[in-house]
Nanobody, 123 residues
């Protein structure tokens, strides 16, 4: 079993920045691909970024490419999402999730999910 806990959300003005953290408990964290997902009110949950177990491979949704950066520190069992140039449309609950079936890929039905952290971008 793996437990994930997100933190770092909050209220920020358009153009501002936030850094989300996802801390995992469990000895196999460094074997899993980790993804960040978000869900806005009335919308489906979407994958916005994924990082491989080694941290070498990353990918991003077009909506956040060039503004968000995913990284991980396996020694700290933590994955980060640096969010810059935030827009009102980035407002959502952000979740991190782990894929126990892959070291590289994130999928819709990830193995483990955190509880989420709210990000609100508003002036």
């Amino acid at each position: 079993q793996l437990q994930l806990a997100e933190s770092g959300g909050g209220l920020v003005q358009p153009g501002g920045s936030l850094r989300l953290s996802c801390v995992a408990s469990g000895s196999t964290f460094d074997l899993y691909a980790i993804g960040w997902f978000r869900q806005a009110p009335g919308k489906e949950r979407e994958e916005i970024s994924c990082i491989s177990s080694s941290g070498i491979s990353t990918n991003y949704a077009d909506s956040v490419k060039g503004r968000f950066t995913i990284s991980r520190d396996n020694a700290k069992n933590t994955v980060y999402l640096q969010m810059d140039s935030l827009k009102p449309e980035d407002t959502a609950v952000y979740y991190c999730a782990a894929n126990a079936r892959s070291t590289r890929l994130c999928v819709t039905d990830m193995s483990y999910w955190g509880q989420g952290t709210q990000v609100t971008v508003s002036s």
